[in-house]
C-alpha cells in the first residue's frame, strides 16, 4: 500500500520498469504501521527508523527488490535514471557513502511530508 498519488506514480513506474526489462519490479515492503515499525526498530536500531519517523508510514516509501537492491546493477541504475520521471527518488542517507546506505530504499517525492505522530 501506498498514498493515493503515490500508488498512481508506483504503477506507472512499474509497468515503464516491466517494459523496459520484460519482468514485474519487485516490491518487498512499502506501508508499514507504527506497530510493524515499532517492532523492525526494536529488531534493528542502525538501518530501521524510528517509529513516527519512518516515510513507510506514511505511504510515501518503498523496498524493492529484483536487483535494484543493489546498487550498480542495471535495475539500480535504471531506478536512478528513471524514477524521478514517475515522482520517485533515491535520497541522499540511503545513496553510498551516505549515513545508512540502503541501494532498495525508494519515496516518493512530495512537497511537504504531513506529520506522522
Given at each position: 500500500?501506498?498514498?493515493?498519488?503515490?500508488?498512481?506514480?508506483?504503477?506507472?513506474?512499474?509497468?515503464?520498469?516491466?517494459?523496459?526489462?520484460?519482468?514485474?519490479?519487485?516490491?518487498?515492503?512499502?506501508?508499514?504501521?507504527?506497530?510493524?515499525?515499532?517492532?523492525?526498530?526494536?529488531?534493528?536500531?542502525?538501518?530501521?527508523?524510528?517509529?513516527?519517523r519512518?516515510?513507510?508510514?506514511?505511504?510515501?516509501?518503498t523496498?524493492?527488490?529484483?536487483?535494484?537492491?543493489?546498487?550498480?546493477?542495471?535495475?539500480?541504475?535504471?531506478?536512478?535514471?528513471?524514477?524521478?520521471?514517475?515522482?520517485?527518488?533515491?535520497?541522499?542517507?540511503?545513496?553510498?557513502?551516505?549515513?545508512?546506505?540502503?541501494?532498495?530504499?525508494?519515496?516518493?517525492?512530495?512537497?511537504?511530508?504531513?506529520?506522522?505522530?
Amino acid at each position: 500500500m501506498l498514498r493515493g498519488d503515490a500508488a498512481v506514480a508506483f504503477k506507472q513506474l512499474a509497468a515503464a520498469y516491466e517494459k523496459h526489462f520484460d519482468q514485474a519490479i519487485c516490491l518487498t515492503s512499502a506501508y508499514r504501521d507504527r506497530a510493524l515499525q515499532a517492532k523492525l526498530y526494536a529488531a534493528d536500531t542502525v538501518m530501521v527508523a524510528m517509529p513516527g519517523r519512518s516515510h513507510h508510514g506514511l505511504g510515501l516509501a518503498t523496498d524493492l527488490c529484483g536487483g535494484i537492491e543493489k546498487f550498480g546493477t542495471p535495475q539500480h541504475e535504471w531506478m536512478k535514471k528513471n524514477a524521478g520521471e514517475f515522482g520517485f527518488f533515491h535520497p541522499d542517507w540511503a545513496q553510498p557513502g551516505g549515513v545508512t546506505p540502503e541501494p532498495w530504499h525508494w519515496e516518493f517525492k512530495v512537497d511537504e511530508y504531513p506529520a506522522n505522530d
